[in-house]
């Protein structure tokens, strides 16, 4: 069974639940957009995120944190032509896909390719080579999130239910929702 859901309720949802599940405000940001991109463009970043929470404690948090681990290799990318960054133990491409997209387009490549790869895949080990000036963007990508703005995406209800679970477990404090109810319209 499925059910359709709008990119942005993909977004808001796994931000909750990986605050709920010991994120700081920060990586569950970056982590519900990498998701929310591969649900996209992959798929299975929804299961990848389950994955996860399966393999216990801290690992979310680490896996969030590899995004920044992989701005440091283009650093290093950048100043040395070339570096390599391992991941250990491996991480679905769910939690780097987008990082990834920006790498390209920024001009560094990444080997081994991941176009046909889905969120759940694990990547132990990428190279990245400085490839010179950053690459235009392209339209098959943003034809996709186009389609997916549009009539939303479609994923496994089971999974859905999980993360909105999940995410009902993070509360909100009663100030910050009394702040919002005192703004003035």
């Known amino acids: 069974m499925t059910v359709t859901v ?4 993909v977004v808001d949802l796994v931000h909750r639940a990986s605050r709920g599940h010991g994120c700081n405000a920060d990586l569950a940001d970056r982590l519900a957009a990498e998701i929310a991109f591969c649900e996209v463009h992959h798929g299975g970043g929804l299961a990848a995120w389950a994955g996860l929470i399966d393999a216990g404690s801290g690992r ?7 995004s920044l681990r992989l701005a440091a290799a283009e650093v290093v990318a950048r ?5 390599t960054i391992d991941f250990d133990p491996p991480l679905p491409l769910a939690v780097i896909a987008r990082s990834l997209r920006d790498l390209e387009r920024r001009g560094v490549r990444c080997a081994p ?3 046909g790869l889905t969120g ?3 990547v132990a080990r990428l190279d990245l080579a400085d490839g010179g000036p950053a690459t235009a963007t392209t339209s098959r990508s943003d034809d996709r999130m186009q389609a997916a703005l549009r009539g939303g995406l479609v994923v496994d209800r089971t ?3 999980r993360v909105s679970d999940a995410a009902d ?3 909100v ?5 009394d702040a919002v109810l005192e703004t003035p319209s």
């Open 6 to 9: 709008a990119p942005r309720e």
């Open 113 to 115: 390719a991941t176009g």
């Open 79 to 83: 100043s040395a032509g070339a570096a």
């Open 159 to 161: 999974l859905w239910q």
């Open 173 to 177: 404090s009663e100030a910050i929702l």
């Open 60 to 66: 979310l948090a680490d896996a969030a944190r590899s």
């Open 120 to 122: 759940t895949d694990l």
């Open 169 to 171: 477990g993070f509360l």
